[in-house]
């Protein structure tokens, strides 16, 4: 797939072209939703100022029939890998972790119920080795002063 046309959009990836395109559906089933309805409740209450909030309300029920709309024709670009782990990828992210907060420390401190949890989520063994690998650095440091 040529990524030329591909944006990220409040944390996610898109192709421009389909974002027009959701956006143009917006608009096309929106706006004549809303005009509609003005006129219909016009005509029903004879201008009843509640009629018009009905008409953005059915202007709103309208892009949400549109976002479906778009949703169900433009599938997302992202690629999601259940089960399949890149090499690295969790020391990678330990040690931007790390470099943005400073060293995580040694997670057999951690209080009881966070440790629980940590384990639950299958992170231990990443902070310990993390913990370790910092310790060992520590120590080649000192030793090389």
């Keep these: ?12 990836t898109v192709d421009s072209r389909h974002l027009v395109a959701s956006i143009g559906l917006g608009i096309g089933i929106a706006v004549p939703a809303y005009f509609v309805a003005e006129w219909g409740f016009g005509l029903l209450t004879d201008g009843d100022p509640l009629a018009h909030s009905y008409s953005l309300v059915t202007g709103l029920a309208a892009c949400v029939l549109a976002a479906v709309i778009a949703a169900r024709f433009f599938k997302p670009k992202r690629i999601v890998r259940i ?10 992210a330990m040690d931007a972790i790390e470099a943005e907060l400073g060293p ?5 401190e951690l209080p009881a119920a ?8 299958g992170l231990y063994d990443d902070l310990r080795a993390q913990h370790l690998k910092n310790e060992r650095r520590r120590a080649e440091q ?4």
Excluded: I, K, Q
């Excluded at 030329?4 to 996610?12: A, I, S």
């Excluded at 089960?83 to 990678?92: F, P, V």
């Design 142 to 145: 000192g030793d090389a002063s």
């Design 83 to 92: 089960g399949e782990e890149s090499s690295g990828s969790r020391a990678d």
């Design 104 to 108: 995580l420390g040694d997670p057999d």
């Design 114 to 121: 966070t440790l629980a949890e940590v384990r639950e989520l």
């Design 1 to 12: 797939m040529n990524n030329d046309h591909l944006l990220e959009v409040w944390g996610d």
